[in-house]
């Protein structure tokens, strides 16, 4: 069970950031990529992947992740950065399973290339990795039909801990939303599925909360559910 979102109790609404700390690791070229990545810390493939959607991307909105950013912009290699910004982490089931598709996909490249791209020392990918900080927003909801109204005004700090980051924390790696619900019994079944239905990845934070919101409203407003 979740150590901060109970099923049986009020939703506790939290916010987040992410705190970005060094790993020491670089890469210059695919094979240091791939060296680094059989060894990094988990949490920079969740830094490189997730964290994007909590820090303003003005340089490269073209890309899904940090590591086909890198390789187009440091290696100019576009068909391996197409390659790993289609690798969705929403179909992984943990950090590992996505580290190995990560990797796979890298070799695949290297075997496929006789000469390795090698960046320029002002361009070579840092490995970053990610602290969460858990704010405690003291707002608690009884009834899932008052996210109809709470959810626009949620900030996306708290869309990204409850339904990004909950997949960490969750038995079914799920949304809180989602986990919160199941202990209402099969009441909420039907919008459980469409939350479920929703991959928040290929979105950005404002976008997924709107389209929660929309959610929510069209459900309790179809419905007539307290």
Not at 3 to 21: G, H, S, T, V, Y
Not at 38 to 67: K, M, Q
Not at 129 to 151: C, G, M, W
């Amino acid at each position: 069970m979740p150590a901060n979102q109970k099923q049986n109790e009020p939703f506790a609404i939290k916010d987040c950031a992410l705190i970005a700390i060094a790993t020491g690791q670089r890469a210059y070229n695919l094979r240091d990529l791939r060296d680094n990545l059989l060894t990094v810390h988990p949490g920079s493939i969740y830094y490189h992947f997730w964290g994007g959607l909590l820090r303003p991307r003005f340089d490269d909105p073209e890309y899904s992740n940090d590591f086909a950013a890198w390789v187009a912009h440091g290696l100019h290699d576009k068909k391996l950065a197409e390659r790993l910004s289609l690798i969705d982490p929403s179909e992984s089931s943990n950090l590992e399973d996505l580290r190995q598709e990560i990797i796979q996909v890298v070799e695949e490249r290297m075997d496929e290339s006789e000469v390795l791209g090698y960046a320029k020392r002002e361009e070579r990918f840092d490995f970053i990795r990610s602290q969460i900080i858990i704010f405690d927003t003291h707002r608690l909801v009884a009834q899932p039909k008052e996210f109809k109204r709470i959810l626009p005004g949620l900030s996306v700090g708290s869309i990204f801990y409850h339904t990004i980051d909950a997949r960490r924390r969750t038995p079914q790696a799920t949304s809180d939303f989602q986990y919160w619900l199941e202990g209402f019994g099969r009441t909420f079944q039907g919008l459980i599925r469409r939350i479920e239905a929703i991959d928040p990845y290929f979105r950005t934070l404002t976008e997924l909360r709107a389209e929660l919101a929309a959610l929510f409203g069209d459900y309790f407003s179809s419905t007539g559910r307290a």
